[in-house]
């Protein structure tokens, strides 16, 4: 795997020597967990794991890295769906586990400064404890890291109002593949010099630098909420009510998901039904709720929904606990069907797409897999669609990952027919690598691969994630 004659062993040296005082670890145990992240396509393979504790170890290793030709796979909290940590191929990873620190708060920037290896949910905590708040969320931030958020441009259910976590970011710390440490935009809000190199890094998936350090720009706490879950029977129903309930409030989420998904979420949490009505589609919608004029409206919308037959049944948060009950339907659906194991789709599209959308690939799915089961749930609000291809309990997984192939080339054109992305906030990593020229164009790949050789001349970081790895084409092919 590394260059030349330099073994697997001689890497953990190399990194070693650049860098006394490196944790590294190559117990059986840690190399399985830290070689992988949430999917279940490739075995885990690492020489080892080291684990840096300073943005100068980082950089140090880098540079010998680069020197030796070890290829480095960055590892945060290893909730990625789409194999960008993993480790097949005798590759070191990187973890952040060590670099947690929490480096500054500032109230009068409202900015927090942390190590990649913060875990999400403590920067969302550590803003509420100053007055404020972090507002990117997903099922996973009690052990995702932020510096993972960062490399994949984490989204979550509330990107309708707040944003992605690229919006979130007004400075970054990076250490490319030359070794270079580059402070990127220093937590400024303007700042017109030219090439904005913090968002070449955010999304990247660790090709291009490893970020050691990250400022968050924290916003005001949210107003009170209430969260109202909808049965629906439609597709086109789902957007008129999204339509109207936008209109009319302040909505900071819009969710959907199938009776299928509600089925599985139900049985794996023992939920009980959320109301009487079983319907096709479930919407749950979050929306800021100071008092009594918001509460009428909501209930005014929803009662011009019902008598339109757009909304079959629903029910209402009356506090926070329900708050949370509510949103365990849908934050719990990913988990409760992660056994089979399912083939993730995490697609977009522009929203005033999405009915198209999911009327052709629910014909597209009866007709060409009739036999698996799909479960769809997403952040519709938002055009970004989740399709999950469950794998029957009789097929073997690499069958499954062959069926699941085939199936993408048809869904994944289509989907570039409806100009959408095959990624909409999961990144490309390993497993959507060869479907990348599905979302980008030709002339924009090769200027992505000028971009990483620029960044990473010795090809070795998180080699073969997002682009092919042209240095392993051509040294197998010479
Ligand atoms: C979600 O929205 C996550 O729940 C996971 O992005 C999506 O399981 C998935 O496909
Ligand atoms: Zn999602």
């Not at 997903?138 to 960062?150: K, P, T, Y």
Request: proline share 5%; with cysteine; net charge negative.
């Amino acid at each position: 795997m590394t260059n030349n004659n330099t073994t697997f062993a001689d890497a953990v040296l190399v990194l070693q020597n650049a860098c006394p005082g490196l944790t590294v670890s190559t117990q059986p145990n840690v190399l399985e967990s830290h070689g992988r992240d949430a999917t279940r396509f490739r075995n885990p393979a690492p020489t080892a794991i080291v684990f840096p504790d300073s943005a100068q170890q980082v950089q140090a290793m880098v540079r010998a890295a680069a020197d030796a030709g070890v290829p480095l796979v960055p590892s945060g909290g290893r909730t990625g769906l789409s194999g960008g940590a993993v480790a097949a191929q005798g590759e070191v990873v990187v973890s952040f586990d060590r670099m947690r620190k929490v480096l500054d708060f500032n109230a009068v920037d409202r900015t927090v400064t942390v190590e990649p290896g913060v875990v999400t949910a403590a920067v969302q905590e550590l803003a509420i404890q100053n007055g404020l708040y972090y507002p990117v969320s997903f099922a996973a931030e009690g052990s995702s890291q932020i510096g993972g958020n960062v490399a994949t441009n984490a989204g979550g259910i509330r990107v309708l109002k707040y944003g992605l976590t690229r919006d979130r970011v007004t400075g970054l710390k990076v250490v490319t593949g030359r070794g270079d440490l580059l402070d990127c935009n220093r937590g400024l809000i303007k700042n017109a010099s030219g090439y904005d190199l913090r968002h070449l890094f955010i999304a990247s998936e660790g090709t291009l630098g490893l970020i050691v350090e990250i400022t968050l720009k924290l916003i005001n706490p949210p107003l009170p909420s209430r969260v109202l879950m909808l049965g629906i029977e439609s597709v086109d129903a789902l957007m008129n009510v999204f339509g109207s309930l936008r209109t009319a409030l302040e909505l900071t989420a819009f969710e959907f998901f199938s009776d299928r998904a509600l089925a599985h979420v139900r049985r794996a949490q023992n939920l009980p039904q959320p109301f009487e009505t079983s319907c096709p589609f479930y919407a749950i919608t979050e929306f800021d709720c100071a008092g009594e004029a918001e509460e009428q409206k909501a209930m005014a919308c929803l009662e011009a929904c019902t008598d339109r037959g757009w909304v079959q049944d629903g029910v209402i948060s009356q506090n926070d606990r329900q708050i949370e009950e509510l949103w365990r339907y849908r934050e719990g659906i990913s988990e409760s069907i992660s056994h089979f194991p399912p083939y993730k789709n995490d697609l977009s599209v522009t929203v005033s797409r999405v009915p198209e959308f999911l009327r052709r690939m629910n014909l597209l799915m009866n007709d060409i897999c009739p036999n698996f089961e799909v479960v769809w749930y997403g952040h519709i609000g938002d055009g970004n669609l989740h399709m999950n291809i469950l794998k029957p309990a009789d097929m073997n997984l690499r069958e499954f990952e062959a069926k699941s192939h085939e199936i993408s080339a048809q869904s994944y054109a289509l989907t570039e027919e409806l100009g959408g992305s095959i990624s909409a906030e999961h990144g490309i990593g390993l497993l959507k690598q060869p479907w990348l020229k599905r979302a980008r164009s030709e002339a924009e790949i090769q200027l992505m691969h000028g971009i990483k050789n620029l960044f990473d001349p010795a090809g070795i970081l998180n080699p073969g994630k997002v682009l092919q790895d042209t240095n392993r084409m051509e040294k197998s092919t010479a």
